[in-house]
């Protein structure tokens, strides 16, 4: 059974930045392709980044495009999502998943894809 736990949300000031960070346990970190999803009150969850096994390829969503970088470091068991350029619509609770099923290079874009889901950390970005 694999376990994802998030930090590092918080409220932040518009054009601000923050770094979120998911710790993965239980599992082989290496066979685990990972996304970083967000729901905002009344809306779906939605796909904000994502990253295979091996880290070579990435996913954005328009909207993280040019602002957000996920990252993963394989000695830490560990995938980050660093934000810049902060805006209040970014504002939602940010979930990481895992995704036991991918091959090497591939990632998971759609929600049922995601085996694991973490408990979400609020992100606020105050205008």
């Known amino acids: 059974q694999v376990q994802l736990v998030e930090s590092g949300g918080g409220l932040v000031q518009a054009g601000g930045s923050l770094r979120l960070s998911c710790a993965a346990s239980?599992?082989?970190?290496?066979?685990?392709?990972m996304g970083w999803f967000r729901q905002a009150p009344v809306k779906d969850r939605e796909l904000v980044a994502a990253i295979s096994r091996r880290g070579g390829n990435t996913y954005y969503a328009d909207s993280a495009k040019g602002r957000f970088t996920i990252s993963r470091d394989s000695a830490k068991n560990t995938v980050y999502l660093q934000m810049n350029s902060l805006k209040p619509e970014d504002t939602a609770v940010y979930y990481c998943a895992a995704d036991l099923r991918r091959t090497a290079q591939t990632i998971a874009v759609m929600l049922h894809e995601y085996d694991y889901w973490g408990q979400g950390t609020q992100v606020t970005v105050s205008s």
């Open positions: 239980g599992g082989t970190f290496s066979s685990l392709a």
